[in-house]
């Protein structure tokens, strides 16, 4: 039996120990677990989960944003200097993987006692091909193109994951915008969906807003559970035919 975790299921800037970022952790059967996405706030999500950086050996990153990619420091440094770890397994798309480390982690990371570092001192690194899947623990993970910020000069490279349990085909958005062209086959095929979704007054149009995932036909609402939500009241989603709003420490079995 698989579970999937939710260490946080709030936005960027969730604000309290009543949420954390969106990250979560897939759980086998023997204890395996995969980090999907690493925000700055995962040292007190982890910690609040009776969890820490010795519980992390794979991560996948979706993209480049603090709450995806900003605890990777906390991570690296940690089981680079603490002997009882081995270096953690990192799965990323090659695009996002060559600016994660200039653009994101060497500023902090790329001098230590002694030497010169990169991202593979830290971190046993999988590049993977657009569109293309990695496998964990005999399980694909898929690979999903996602539109979520595109200022015209740049498309910043964001990739959701989709994968099969037993019999169960579960796809995870991450940050996306709401553009059917690309998430309607996937949305068709699985089973269940985890959704961004904001839900702030003013949308942001960088993530799929409640208000357009309303239109969605019923067949899909019926199996998506909404998270990566700001701080605030919820709508009642269970009444609007969606699964619900994921809460922080939330477990779904497969």
């Known amino acids: 039996m698989f579970k999937l975790l939710f260490l946080g299921s709030g936005s960027a800037f969730t604000v309290g120990a009543d949420n954390f970022q969106s990250n979560m952790l897939l759980i086998n059967d023997r204890g395996n ?3 999907i996405d690493c925000g700055s706030d995962i040292r007190f999500s982890l910690y609040e989960a009776g969890l820490s950086y010795l519980d992390i050996t794979d991560i996948y990153i979706s993209h480049l944003h603090s709450d995806h990619a900003g605890g990777l420091e906390y991570i690296g440094f940690s089981t680079k200097f603490d002997p009882q770890c081995k270096k953690p397994n ?3 798309s090659k695009d996002v993987g060559i600016e994660l480390w200039q ?3 060497s500023g902090g990371m790329s001098s230590i006692a002694g030497d010169l570092a990169e991202l593979s001192t830290f971190f046993n690194v999988s590049y993977i091909s657009s ?3 990695f496998v964990w623990q005999n399980t694909k993970f898929d690979l999903v193109k996602v539109s979520h ?3 015209s000069y740049y498309l910043m490279p964001s990739y959701g994951v989709f994968f099969q349990i037993n019999k169960s085909k ?3 958005t991450t940050d996306t915008q709401l553009h059917l062209n690309t998430l309607q086959k996937y949305y068709k095929k699985a089973d269940l969906i985890f959704q961004d979704c904001e839900i702030g007054e003013y949308p942001t149009n960088i993530h799929a807003h409640y208000q357009q995932l309303l239109q969605l036909p019923k067949l899909v609402k019926n199996k998506m559970w909404l998270y990566g939500y700001q701080p605030g009241k919820l709508p009642d989603a269970r009444q609007d035919n969606f699964l619900g709003f994921v809460k922080r420490g939330q477990i779904f079995n497969f």
Request: glycine share 0%; charged share 15%; no cysteine.
């Open 33 to 35: 677990k995969l980090l």
């Open 103 to 105: 653009k994101t982690l």
């Open 131 to 133: 569109n293309n899947f």
């Open 149 to 151: 910020v595109d200022n």
């Open 90 to 92: 990192l799965y990323l």
């Open 170 to 172: 579960i796809f995870i």
